[in-house]
């Protein structure tokens, strides 16, 4: 990675790191994702993870990416996945419940001749999940000056759960009085989200409704080319940073993907580290990139992905 190497020198950052191949090649040679010990190595001797997208269509039912990335969620506990939607206006700090819902893995399915005709797929959550999962958010959108923030449910629908997702945002809220909350179904905040995104600061969702309202951000960024995100387990401070995006398989080869979404997760790996004027720094040269010739084609550029990123490189040797 040049550019957290140059920064690191620059800034005196002093950090270091270490390429693993955990890849599709290892998945097909092995049947293993994350080999063993992989997640108390990386909890004893690291502290954080840079991830590449993950996909490979020689492996269509993304069997490896759920064994890697999920192993790596539940593992590490990176129960706080955040998702920041960067607008015009300003940006929507999306935080999602990364551990247990309906991504909990818990359910089955009955077969009869090949044919599956029962499914089912339970939404599970704990209280003290949701309470520890509310409470950090609710510290860090107060910390990083919002005043709004928007608990994202469904409630009329799935009441169980949804029930006791209300119940502990509003008993923490008392505890911010910083901070204004409101609560939305999430049918209507989709569509109140892409009609007019302003009014929202700070929102609060479940493992699958924050999942999809991620991908509504990043249309409204432009594009899942722009989505960063970071995944954080608070009480031991690790963390995990990946493009939303997929590996995008349809242009492998072609040298036009976007690396706008792992440059800017590399700035909240640096933001993570308390390297404020580091991460300033590469977002600065990473969006001047994109409003330029450099820019990959989905940008309106007439560039590729390593032009985009000799161009970054550019700027930062400039400016540092």
Known sequence: MPALTALSEAF???????VFDWGADQWLATGTGLPPGAIDRLARDYGAVFLGALGDPRIPDMAHGRDILLGLRKGLDLYVNHRPIVLEHGVIDLYRENTQGLYAGVGGSITRSGT?????????????????????????????????????????AVPNTGTLWQDVFRRELEAFPELTGSEEYVDSFCYHLVRDPTPYEGVLASNLFGDIISDIGAALMGGLGLAASASICPESDFALFEPVHGSAPDIAGKGTANPYAAAMSLGLLLDHFGHADAAALLRSCVTETAGGEAATPDLGGKGGTQQFMDQVMTLLEQKL
Do not use: P, Q
């Not at 029962?118 to 910390?143: K, M, N, P, Q, S």
């Open 12 to 18: 005196g950052l002093g950090i270091d790191y270490d």
């Open 116 to 156: 599956v005709t029962v499914a089912i797929d339970e939404c599970v959550y704990t209280r003290e999940t949701v309470e520890r999962f509310v409470r950090f958010c609710l510290a860090r959108l107060r910390r990083r000056g919002h005043r709004k923030v928007t608990l994202v449910h469904k409630s009329n």
